[in-house]
């Protein structure tokens, strides 16, 4: 790498030219080499960085690194702290919802079901707005996904109702006799009602 000579430093470190790479970062030159300045200040006081973790900047000021400026962190945290998500007493105890613009309990984001802790993007509140949202102004689109999706589990759903069915029949062999005149009475003032408002 040759980037750092032809470049105009921005002063010295250690007797070494430091200057600002395109990305933002400020480098060191040393030996021939570009070495990224905060992870060398980092260890110059520190020592060497442990493996899989990174050096963030406090400040959020990439040019910033005076070593109070500079913390050690597990890539994990990294990108968390990145994603606006804050501790409480040492635990992750919220984070930035981009919806409403707060910071919002992690117990109030959806758990997402392919990975654990990773929470939705948004909180629970905006994904239901969000949702509801989409819904009304895509109706096709909602329809067609609801009934890709009963298809998909088709089996699952007819499963799951006939152990439900033959559990309450165990239970109280009435029960759908019961159900069905319930049923039936709802269905006829539902539709009772419905004439009435049609006319
Ligand atoms: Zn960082
Ligand atoms: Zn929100």
Request: with cysteine; glycine share 4%.
């Amino acid at each position: 790498m040759n980037v750092g000579v032809r470049k105009k430093a921005m002063g010295t470190y250690d007797g070494f030219p430091i200057f600002e790479a395109s990305n933002g970062y400020v480098r060191i030159y040393i030996a021939k080499k570009e070495i990224l300045f905060h992870i060398y200040v980092y260890e110059k006081f520190n020592g060497p960085i442990l493996p899989k973790h990174a050096i963030h900047h406090i400040n959020g000021i990439k040019t910033d690194n005076r070593i109070e400026n500079l913390q050690m962190l597990t890539y994990g945290d990294h990108v968390k702290i990145h994603k606006g998500w804050i501790k409480k007493n040492g635990e992750w105890y919220a984070k930035f919802c981009p919806m409403c613009k707060e910071y919002v309990p992690l117990t109030d984001f959806y758990k997402s079901n392919s990975k654990e802790d990773r929470p939705s993007a948004t909180c629970k509140k905006c994904h239901t707005v969000y949702v509801r949202e989409w819904k009304h102004k895509n109706p096709d689109k909602s329809r067609a996904i609801k009934s890709k999706s009963y298809r998909k589990h088709k089996k699952t759903i007819k499963t799951h109702y006939r152990e439900w069915y033959d559990k309450k029949l165990i239970e109280n062999p009435d029960y759908f006799k019961n159900y069905r005149k319930k049923y039936l009475v709802n269905r006829k003032s539902l539709t009772s009602k419905k004439t009435i408002s049609d006319i």
